[in-house]
């Protein structure tokens, strides 16, 4: 049975854990050859080539994709996923988490596009999914730095969008809801109340629970795949229906 992926390598940032291993594995079950660089690749499964490397850190980025793209043998998808959380008001964070969140949630991938464009302007199906957040286009409490970090994603991915567009390299970014991941958990166990937070987490999307890491990796892969060869520029939302719906109490 062929899949959609047969042929074609990517390149998940972040793909050791979370919302970019299940991305990863989902690429690679569908037949891409794929690449994850991230901080720490231990027990990555295989076939997923594990590469070490730092978004913030220009050097090894460069080293990470040309190493991703030897191994490879070509780069055809990037999935920019990388990316940390903050929590507070804009009083909360200082310059130097500002600083931080910024490099890795925006710069990070400039460093990283910047790098892979030359190898995915030579391929006949290329695209670039970003990893943005329900966060870009929605007032959320207590998340004010990482919002504007997801906000400059948002407007990165168009602006890439029409400047590569003539190049035959699509840029989507798919903008997830609440996601059940390591980072979301972590946070859970540090409330005051666990199970209330958690309750709190679920119910503020109108599915009543929050997003899991595949059915984020299922529209990443979309936008990836030439099911989408049309699409670019595009803003995914996959969140449980927070940004477009508002329903009525329930009784």
């Known amino acids: 049975m062929t899949g959609e992926f047969d042929g074609l ?3 998940v940032t972040g793909g050791a854990s979370g919302i970019g291993l299940a991305t990863a594995t989902f690429l690679s079950a569908r037949g891409a050859r794929v690449a994850c660089l991230d901080l720490n690749i231990d027990g990555l499964p295989e076939p997923l080539i594990g590469i070490v490397a730092d978004v913030t850190d220009d050097a090894t980025v460069r080293a990470g994709v040309a190493e ?7 780069l055809d998808i990037l999935v920019n996923n990388a990316g940390i959380g903050a929590v507070g008001t804009v009083e909360d964070n200082s310059d130097e988490e500002w600083h931080r969140v910024l490099d890795v949630n925006v710069v990070g991938m400039a460093r990283v596009s910047r790098a892979a464009l030359p190898h995915l302007r030579r391929s006949e199906h290329a ?3 970003n990893t943005c957040s329900i966060a870009a286009h929605t007032g959320l409490p207590d998340r004010a730095l990482y919002s504007a970090s997801k906000g400059a994603v948002q407007s990165l991915t168009a602006a890439m969008a029409a400047d590569h567009v003539r190049e035959g390299i699509r840029v989507c970014c798919v903008n997830p809801g609440t996601a059940d991941t390591p980072w979301i ?5 540090q409330a005051d109340d666990p199970d ?3 309750a709190a987490l679920n119910a ?4 009543g629970r929050m997003v899991s890491a595949d059915e984020v990796a299922a529209a990443i892969g979309y936008l990836a ?7 670019t520029g595009t803003v ?3 969140d449980g229906g927070m940004h477009g719906l508002r329903l009525r109490p329930q009784n």
């Open 225 to 231: 795949s030439p099911l989408a060869s049309a699409t």
């Open 204 to 207: 503020r999307q109108p599915t």
């Open 68 to 74: 991703a793209v030897e191994r490879l043998g070509q």
């Open 236 to 238: 995914l939302s996959v």
């Open 196 to 198: 209330a937070e958690l």
């Open 127 to 129: 695209a670039i999914v």
């Open 9 to 11: 390598a990517a390149i």
């Open 185 to 189: 958990r972590r946070l859970l166990a």
